[in-house]
């Protein structure tokens, strides 16, 4: 079975300043991870995806996110916040064993940037 | 790349009625589909998963008799709020998977349903 759990479900940064958003995973065989955003009364937009491919994914947007297996992590990163990014954060995770593997949210964690 | 629409984006409808969601690939097969519901400010929860030719697969907790779920075609699923009620009020959104992108999934744009 896979979970995850994101650490803080509010995080407020700076204009310009670091984003970290923390995601830590389990499963039982490796993972697919992925980071979604989603924007006031919007759906989800894909930001990266982790397919056992480079452990450093690059997105969208600037963002990116390291999957380190010996943390069962997979952060998400931006060297440098706009206004443009306060939006909520889901990472998720898939075993994706098969084309029937369901993808399990995180709780989400709101991202809010100040002027 | 993939996309996947949904249908309506938004309704309301009166307690007691029956409401249709519907979910298209667009360019692809989907072979996988799968329905979320999010309640404001909270994530995605899985509420089925929903292979095409079968019987969907309902999350624990998920009332199957309530929320009927078709997947008829490889390009289409259908998710029914039977007997609807201010608490099944929810944003609903569908997510497809086919073969030739085996992935990632595609999701939706979501239907808001609201229940007076």
């Known amino acids: 079975a896979q979970s995850v759990t994101q650490l803080g479900s509010h995080v407020s940064v700076s204009e310009g300043a670091l984003v970290l958003l923390r995601c830590n995973y389990s499963s039982s065989v490796p993972p697919y991870l992925f980071w979604y955003v989603q924007y006031p009364n919007q759906g989800l937009q894909l930001l990266l995806k982790y397919t056992s491919a480079a452990t450093l994914v690059k997105g969208i947007n600037g963002f990116e996110a390291e999957f380190k297996k010996s943390e069962t992590s997979f952060h998400l990163t931006k060297p440098s916040a706009h206004m443009s990014d306060a939006a909520e954060y889901f990472c998720?995770?898939?075993?994706?064993?098969?084309?029937?593997?369901?993808?399990?949210f995180g709780p989400g964690t709101s991202l809010s940037v100040i002027p | 790349g993939a996309v996947v629409s949904q249908h309506p984006s938004w309704v309301i409808c009166k307690s007691g009625t029956s409401v249709k969601i519907e979910c298209r690939s667009l360019?692809?097969?989907?072979?996988?589909m799968f329905w979320y519901r999010q309640f404001p400010k909270q994530s995605l929860m899985l509420m089925a998963t929903?292979?095409?030719?079968?019987?969907?697969?309902?999350e624990q907790g998920v009332e199957k008799d309530k929320f009927l779920i078709n997947h008829a075609s490889l390009t289409l699923s259908t998710l029914t709020v039977t007997s609807a009620h201010p608490e099944d009020s929810s944003f609903y959104i569908c997510?497809?998977?086919?073969?030739?992108?085996?992935?990632?999934?595609?999701f939706g744009e979501g239907s808001w349903l609201t229940v007076v």
């Open positions: 929903s292979n095409e030719g079968s019987k969907a697969t309902y």
């Open positions: 997510s497809a998977r086919g073969l030739q992108y085996i992935n990632t999934i595609y």
């Open positions: 360019d692809f097969q989907a072979t996988t």
């Open positions: 998720a995770v898939s075993a994706c064993e098969t084309s029937y593997d369901k993808v399990i």
